[in-house]
């Protein structure tokens, strides 16, 4: 199985901020991944897909770069609403999840 | 708007079977590939199998024991799970798969239905 490692694995921000979260692969997966955030108590949302394409819906704060094995997702101001977990998701081979990189505020 | 909304979550015994129904609304729910993810505080989110037309995809950790199907006409999607282990407590979610480009991202998710399996 692809592992997806990401880090950090915690984050303390403060709104405002710009933020950079990373997710390893443990092999070459080329642009096949995809970024979610999950609010507490709630499924985890869509924010980009194919390494760097913004979900219809999803704010332009937010982006996504990288292929092969290193990628990345920034949120250019961190807004109120963006304190949550994120997560990495690989479908080059099955479908494989980061273990999650949890947001706070600072 | 879509909609999935999971259900038939229960605490069990383990050796167990239970069955996971996720009901779609707001899309043409025959035409979409789906799957089913599980979460642990654990382990995290885990794929577990995904039914593309006929064809259907598990995760090693289940093959052999559950078994995804769908009913087009009720837009149902289901999970028969058996042989419950306690490694299969977990949020159950439904998720829709939509075709970006050559892969089949999940692009909506239920709120999901709790599997607990503790003797």
């Known amino acids: 199985d692809i592992q997806l490692t990401q880090s950090p694995s915690f984050l303390s921000a403060s709104v405002g901020d710009r933020v950079t979260i990373t997710c390893r692969a443990s092999?070459?997966?080329?642009?096949?991944l995809a970024w979610y955030q999950q609010k507490p108590g709630k499924a985890p949302k869509l924010l980009i897909y194919a390494a760097s394409t913004l979900q219809s819906g999803v704010p332009s704060r937010f982006s996504g770069s990288g292929s092969g094995t290193e990628f990345t997702l920034t949120i250019s101001s961190l807004q109120p609403e963006d304190f949550a977990t994120y997560y990495c998701?690989?479908?080059?081979?099955?479908?494989?999840f980061g273990q999650g990189t949890r947001l706070e505020i600072k | 708007e879509v909609q999935l909304l999971e259900s038939g979550g229960d605490l069990l015994q383990p050796g167990g079977s239970l069955r996971l129904s996720c009901a779609a609304s707001g899309f043409t729910f025959s035409t979409f590939p789906m799957s089913w993810v599980r979460q642990t505080p654990g382990k995290g989110l885990e794929w577990v199998s995904t039914?593309?037309?006929?064809?259907?995809y598990y995760a090693d950790s289940v093959k052999g024991r559950f078994t995804i199907s769908r009913d087009n006409s009720k837009d149902t999607l289901y999970l028969q799970m058996n042989s419950l282990r306690a490694e299969d407590t977990a949020l159950y979610y439904c998720?829709?798969?939509?075709?970006?480009?050559?892969?089949?991202?999940?692009?909506?998710w239920g709120q999901g239905t709790l599997v607990t399996v503790s003797s």
């Open positions: 092999e070459g997966i080329d642009s096949y």
């Open positions: 998720a829709r798969r939509q075709q970006y480009g050559s892969k089949w991202y999940f692009d909506y």
């Open positions: 039914i593309i037309a006929d064809n259907t």
């Open positions: 998701q690989q479908l080059k081979s099955s479908v494989t």
